[in-house]
């Protein structure tokens, strides 16, 4: 697996196991696209939510509405936020698709894109707000 | 000046950053024009022409109000709203 390593002010910081939860939860999807959301406290991710992505698409996906008002519910009375929400691209590039783009709602969470297009998989990260796309550190931690 | 509304965190700039407004009861199209006469430019991000955007979804206490009577759903005292953008891509 690659994780790009890009400098800027904005990073990610995932323990390695809960990477390893993503990286499996998207192998289970696949063909189809995985999506997630990823909880933590100032950047750092503490829980992975895998999520059901109800257009069952290899290339496209949508939270159930009623399962992210749950886990949002969860995360706000844990005290943590929305690190990161996270979908793979079963064919395509880790990079946002004009979709992505078009449907970021949410800038101050950071989309993790997972590649599975090639026999190494790759990590990329990225802010999302009203169309400027930019790529953002993912630092993989051992604990 | 009695329901709970969260405001989702893309949209709290408009809120001065607050997440949690108080509104009057009423149908949810009201409690949007009240929104946005408070709040100027919040109505369009939640609806256009009368009806939810279809990438906002809205919950009135556990219930997403598409299965209540969408818009013209009656928010009472003591009730709690959240907008929750949909989280989708491709
Ligand atoms: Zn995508």
């Known amino acids: 697996m690659r994780v790009r ?10 323990p390695s196991h809960l990477l390893d939860e993503v990286l499996s939860h998207c192998d289970v999807e696949y063909p189809d696209e995985a999506c997630g959301i990823l909880a933590g406290k100032e950047g750092v991710v503490l829980k992975v939510y895998k999520m059901k992505n109800i257009e069952n698409s290899p290339i496209s996906y949508l939270i159930d509405s009623k399962e992210q008002f749950t886990v949002m519910k969860e995360i706000r009375e844990r005290g943590l936020d929305i690190t990161a929400i996270y979908h793979s691209h079963p064919d395509l590039d880790a990079y946002p698709s004009a979709k992505d783009i078009q449907l970021a ?3 101050e969470s950071v989309y993790i894109i997972i590649s599975l297009s090639e026999r190494e998989r790759e990590v990329k990260a990225f802010h999302i707000e009203e ?6 550190e993912i630092k993989v931690s051992l604990k | 000046m009695s329901v709970k509304v969260r405001i989702p965190t893309p949209l709290q700039k408009l809120t001065q950053g607050q ?3 108080e509104c009057k009861p009423g149908m949810i199209i009201e409690l949007i024009h009240e929104l946005d006469n408070r709040f100027p430019g ?12 279809r990438f906002v979804n809205i919950y009135l206490n556990e219930e997403d109000i598409r299965f209540i009577k969408a818009e ?19």
């Open chain 2, 72 to 90: 013209e759903t009656e928010v009472k005292e003591g009730d709690e709203v959240s907008i929750i953008p949909a989280i989708a891509g491709g």
């Open chain 2, 42 to 53: 919040i109505g369009e991000r939640i609806s256009e022409g009368g009806k939810i955007r």
């Open chain 2, 19 to 21: 997440d949690v407004v």
């Open chain 1, 131 to 136: 169309g400027n796309v930019k790529e953002v």
């Open chain 1, 105 to 107: 709602f949410y800038p």
């Open chain 1, 5 to 14: 390593k890009v400098r800027g002010k904005h990073k990610i910081i995932i």
